[in-house]
């Protein structure tokens, strides 16, 4: 029997292969910054607390998620949405009681020495729960009991996220519940509905529920005569760094003598990465996850059920979401609210969550017999 016709060579031509391609070149960026990033801290490149060792590390780990994810037939965790769902509420809990304190956070839990945000991982698993309420056998599509329990599903994991406090990441869970809401065909006035409550929301959280720090990035970001020396202090060195980098930027030997920007290897990669590789470096990386974000919306528009539909689309609302909010507050455009690039930023639980997220995506194709994806 000629390879091609077999099973595995079947499933071959149903991968995605721009997909993966993008994700790959996200991810050497990501390891070329890491490189980068090291040798501006001054770090021995080849020791394993280095941040290019353990940006290695964690590629390698999302390369096998990926690739285990893919083979596996997505209908198992949708079988098991509900228990994957409680772990994830148990693990922020867990996060919250037992995490290791990073700059004031509790967003971390150490397993075997490495440093699990289990807020990165709530992000796939409450869109695997919503997508799966939202195509259940019984429902009624379009109504407010679409948007109750799909909103029911992110409260939670919602209200721990912000507690750590991870005010990045919870925004990411609402854009995914609006992304999918969108994609079920929720009627436009209860997400209108849903969208003037969560302003109403946002007004009484700025009392009771942000951290100073975390009101004076927003107030920096609004207030043009923000003291320069205080919280806008990150936003001038990005777009110093911005301005520097030029067309083509100052290459690899440059930034290893230029001082290091606040947080580069993660909130500030965009700005540390154009000034390395100029505009070109910058719109490179754009390009990448725009072609990423445009074969999401490709398999939502081509999938053959509903799950396939607002999974897909859930997935290209979370790239979008992260890439705009990153990429804005790195130009003073959006706010600081500590946002990663996807596989750019240095983020071990980052790359690994959407390597899995986006690998459910590649599974739906593979199993369900996606058409060519040149299509």
């Known amino acids: 029997m000629n390879r091609l016709d077999s099973p595995l060579g079947s499933a071959l031509r149903r991968v995605d292969?721009?997909?993966?391609?993008?994700?790959?070149?996200?991810?050497?960026?990501?390891v070329g910054m890491a490189w980068l990033n090291a040798r501006s801290y001054g770090q021995e490149l080849l020791t394993p607390s280095s941040l290019f060792v353990r940006s290695l590390t964690w590629v390698a780990l999302s390369a096998a998620v990926y690739t285990v994810t893919t083979l596996v037939n997505w209908r198992w965790v949708r079988?098991?949405?509900?228990?994957?769902y409680a772990a994830n509420i148990l693990l922020l809990i867990i996060t919250l009681v037992y995490g290791v304190d990073s700059g004031g956070n509790n967003r971390a839990i150490a397993i075997f020495g490495l440093a699990i945000q289990s807020s990165e991982l709530s992000k796939i698993l409450t869109l695997v729960a919503i997508s799966t309420a939202l195509t259940r056998a019984d429902r009624v599509g379009g109504g407010l009991q679409d948007l109750v329990l799909a909103g029911a599903i992110v409260v939670p994991p919602f209200l721990l996220?912000?507690?750590?406090p991870d005010l990045g990441t919870a925004l990411v869970l609402v854009a995914a519940l609006f992304g999918a809401l969108y994609l079920a065909g929720v009627a436009t006035r209860w997400v209108a509905a849903l969208a003037s409550l969560v302003a109403a929301g946002g007004a009484l959280a700025w009392v009771v529920v942000l951290a100073d720090y975390q009101k004076e990035r927003l107030l920096a970001f609004i207030d043009p005569n923000a003291d320069p020396a205080g919280p806008k202090y990150q936003l001038l060195r990005s777009l110093d760094a911005i301005r520097g980098g030029g067309l083509f930027g100052a290459?690899?030997?440059?930034?290893?003598?230029?001082?290091?920007?606040?947080?580069?290897?993660?909130?500030?990669?965009?700005?540390?990465?154009?000034?390395a590789f100029g505009a070109v470096g910058g719109l490179f990386v754009i390009l990448l996850l725009a072609i990423l974000v445009?074969?999401?919306?490709?398999?939502?528009?081509?999938?053959?059920d509903e799950f396939g539909v607002?999974?897909?689309?859930?997935?290209?609302?979370v790239i979008l979401f992260q890439t705009f909010v990153n990429v804005g507050m790195n130009l003073g455009v959006a706010p600081?609210?500590?946002?990663?690039?996807?596989?750019?930023?240095?983020?071990?639980a980052s790359a690994v969550s959407l390597a899995f997220g986006l690998a459910l995506v590649q599974s739906h194709r593979v199993h369900d017999g996606g058409s060519s994806p040149l299509m």
């Open 336 to 348: 600081i609210t500590g946002i990663t690039l996807p596989f750019v930023s240095y983020g071990g």
């Open 79 to 84: 079988t098991f949405a509900w228990p994957l």
């Open 294 to 304: 445009g074969r999401l919306i490709w398999h939502a528009w081509t999938a053959t």
């Open 17 to 30: 292969w721009i997909a993966v391609a993008a994700v790959g070149l996200l991810a050497l960026t990501g």
């Open 161 to 164: 996220v912000v507690a750590q």
């Open 310 to 317: 607002i999974f897909a689309g859930g997935m290209a609302t």
């Open 251 to 275: 290459g690899a030997d440059g930034t290893s003598i230029l001082t290091p920007l606040p947080v580069q290897e993660s909130d500030f990669v965009f700005a540390a990465l154009v000034r």
